[in-house]
């Protein structure tokens, strides 16, 4: 048997679950992601793979219109409460897997997506070849992560990882052949702890209390980029 590859925690909904549920209700409250993602590849009626599905919070939302949706996590909290989440959703699964080795078939699902999990750069391309082994032809790739060059969120991201480069991995992106596209949103907290609260799972100490400082009110603009890839037909990979 394959051995299972090693995992690195999430270091904030694996410590934090909570409170990471609560951002994932406060993040993009307008859907400007989910809207641009249905530009790119409408999945009403197609078969969904969620990458790093985590607790499940998006799995229902492409429930609504898909035909039927996998999420794969590799941490076992998370599939259980995945699982119990969506367990009274027939035509949605949660399956234990990691982005380098999906539980899945070849050519089994139209669209995979992944959002600010695993996919961050070069060392995401074995990730990125076994996403694309288990789309059919046609079939797209889409992955989600931050804009680290857009304020004020991005500058939070560059003072707490000074050798994160954002635009290397935006370069790694275009090589790879994905088309980049940027979406602006707005978090909006229903009171200031909570605003904090997640500011202190995103963040180190020092970090999340300048930014809490620096944010007025109950609303942050954060900037994502949406990377895609289309898989045509008779593609091979080695």
Not at 54 to 70: K, Q, R
Not at 71 to 91: F, I, M, S, T
Request: charged share 20%; net charge neutral.
């Amino acid at each position: 048997m394959k051995p299972r590859p090693a995992v690195i925690p999430s270091p904030n909904i694996w410590h934090w679950p909570q409170v990471y549920e609560l951002e994932n209700k406060c993040q993009d409250v307008d859907g400007a992601i989910f809207s641009a993602l249905r530009r790119r590849a409408d999945w009403t009626g197609r078969d969904v793979l969620d990458i790093g599905c985590g607790s499940g919070f998006h799995l229902p939302l492409f429930a609504a219109d898909a035909a039927s949706v996998i999420g794969v996590e590799p941490h076992r909290q998370l599939v259980a409460a995945a699982a119990q989440r969506v367990g009274h959703l027939a035509d949605v699964q949660v399956r234990r897997g990691s982005a380098e080795s999906l539980p899945l078939s070849d050519g089994s699902v139209d669209i995979a997506h992944a959002r600010t999990a695993y996919f961050f750069g070069p060392k995401s391309a074995p990730g990125i070849a076994e996403a694309f082994r288990v789309l059919r032809p046609g079939g797209v790739l889409m992955i989600v992560d931050l804009d680290a060059t857009a304020h004020p969120y991005g500058g939070w991201m560059r003072r707490d990882l000074p050798d994160y480069d954002p635009d290397a991995v935006e370069t790694f992106f275009t090589r790879a052949g994905f088309d980049t596209a940027r979406v602006d949103t707005r978090w909006s907290f229903p009171d200031r702890e909570s605003l904090r609260s997640v500011l202190g799972i995103e963040f180190t100490a020092a970090t999340a209390a300048f930014a809490y400082a620096s944010t007025p009110g109950l609303a942050l603009d954060v900037r994502y980029r949406i990377h895609t890839r289309s898989k045509p037909s008779g593609l091979l990979l080695g």
